[in-house]
């Protein structure tokens, strides 16, 4: 039992350690989901689990990494193949439609590339820039919209997304 619990708990030397680490996890998670209630809100394909997810995976990376004792260098490597990998989901949210000549999901692309530098942020213990990045982008997300030469008729907003 002894050699289970030990490996349930390593990485955590201490139980200060360990509540560092269920703050930024739990953090991540719920600034994910304002982001995500947004798009939800408005009946998006990736809503409030899929950024949820994204915001709480890349705090993950970052936390595991740093519990770790990878270097900064280490850390900067795994942020940019966060950065790089997010965009192939992002890419997978944008349809562009031949026979309308538009162009559907650059926001919410943009939308899920934002929710993941919420989550390196937060992996990285920033949590007040965060939460400030989060409230941006939910007004962004929600104010905008709301901007008369931002309407469609079609109902979405830039390059219909």
């Known amino acids: 039992m002894e050699v289970l619990w030990d490996e349930l708990a390593a ?4 139980a200060r350690q360990l509540a560092h680490v269920v703050i930024r996890l739990i953090a991540a998670a719920l600034l994910g989901a304002a982001v ?4 939800k ?6 809503g409030l689990r ?3 997810l994204v915001c709480l995976g890349t705090a993950l990376f970052v936390v595991a990494c740093q519990g770790s004792g990878m270097s900064s260098d280490g850390i900067s490597r795994v942020v940019q193949g966060l950065t790089t990998g997010i ?4 890419g997978g949210a944008i349809l562009k439609l031949a026979a309308e000549r538009e162009i559907h999901g650059l926001t919410t692309a943009a939308g899920i590339w934002m929710t ?8 990285l213990g920033a949590l007040g820039l965060a939460l400030l990045a989060t409230t941006i982008t939910v007004l ?4 905008i919209r709301l901007a008369p030469s931002e309407r469609r008729s079609n109902g979405d907003t830039d ?3």
Request: charged share 10%; no cysteine; proline share 3%.
């Open 11 to 14: 990485g955590f030397p201490d």
């Open 36 to 39: 995500g209630w947004e798009r």
């Open 41 to 46: 809100s408005m009946g998006k394909s990736a």
């Open 50 to 52: 899929t950024h949820m």
């Open 87 to 90: 965009g192939f989901i992002g």
């Open 116 to 123: 993941a530098a919420i989550g390196v942020t937060v992996g």
């Open 140 to 143: 962004t997300l929600a104010a």
């Open 159 to 161: 390059l219909q997304s």
